[in-house]
């Protein structure tokens, strides 16, 4: 069974746990460096990237996370997990991580409109299904590299994007009982798994 990490610093981390055991893997809470080790997966979950990123500091995190990634440990940011994992953040000079090849623009949908539930088409993701999509005080992406794929949209802005084994969203997947979108990660620590030991042989 696949063991997935959530970082557990703030936010919603047992709803992910939850929707992680839902998928058929096994769910940790992530908080030290330790908890780092035999992970074939992390969640970087929702809540306030300023925050988080004054968490991973003080808890010393940051560049234990980013190393991991790095190597090949896939990593998955929900809405500010995903302003963790952007290379460029609109308004600032350094991301956090840094991890993905996109721009991202936080509370990007208006301060009116704090939360809403919208249908997505997601590519990859159920043919026909759409996702019920949860956005809190949500950003968006911008723009993406060339080695970046969309995988969804709303309206014209990109809200869920994949670079290989680093998978971005703008939404909040684990607010609702569709799993897709978890399961669609672990197939991504699954097979990036299976090609890291193949490549180790
Ligand atoms: N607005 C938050 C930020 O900029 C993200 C909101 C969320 O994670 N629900 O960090």
């Given at each position: 069974m696949k063991r997935i990490g959530v970082l557990a610093l703030q936010g919603a981390v047992r709803e992910h746990i939850l929707a992680i055991e839902a998928s058929g893997a096994e769910g940790v809470p992530v908080k030290t460096v330790a908890e780092l080790e035999g992970l074939d997966g992390l969640v970087l979950p929702g809540g306030e990237s300023?925050?988080?990123?004054?968490?991973?500091?003080?808890?010393?995190?940051?560049?234990?996370i980013r190393k991991k990634a790095l190597d090949g440990l896939p990593v998955f940011g929900t809405c500010a997990g995903l302003i963790l994992l952007a290379g460029t953040i609109v308004g600032?000079?350094?991301?956090?991580?840094?991890?993905m090849d996109i721009t991202v623009e936080r509370n990007s949908f208006g301060r009116q409109v704090d939360s809403f539930e919208v249908p997505l088409a997601i590519e990859g993701v159920g043919v026909g299904v759409d996702f019920p999509a949860v956005f809190i005080r949500a950003p968006h992406i911008v723009s993406v590299g060339p080695d970046v794929e969309v995988l969804a949209t709303h309206g014209d802005r990109i809200v869920l994007a994949r670079?290989?084994?680093?998978?971005?969203?703008s939404f909040h997947p684990e607010l609702t009982d569709d799993h897709r979108v978890m399961q669609y990660f672990i197939d991504i620590c699954v097979h990036s798994k299976e090609s890291s030991e193949v490549g180790s042989v």
């Open positions: 300023t925050t988080m990123r004054r968490l991973l500091d003080s808890y010393e995190l940051l560049e234990p600032y000079e350094e991301p956090h991580l840094g991890l670079q290989g084994r680093f998978l971005g969203c």
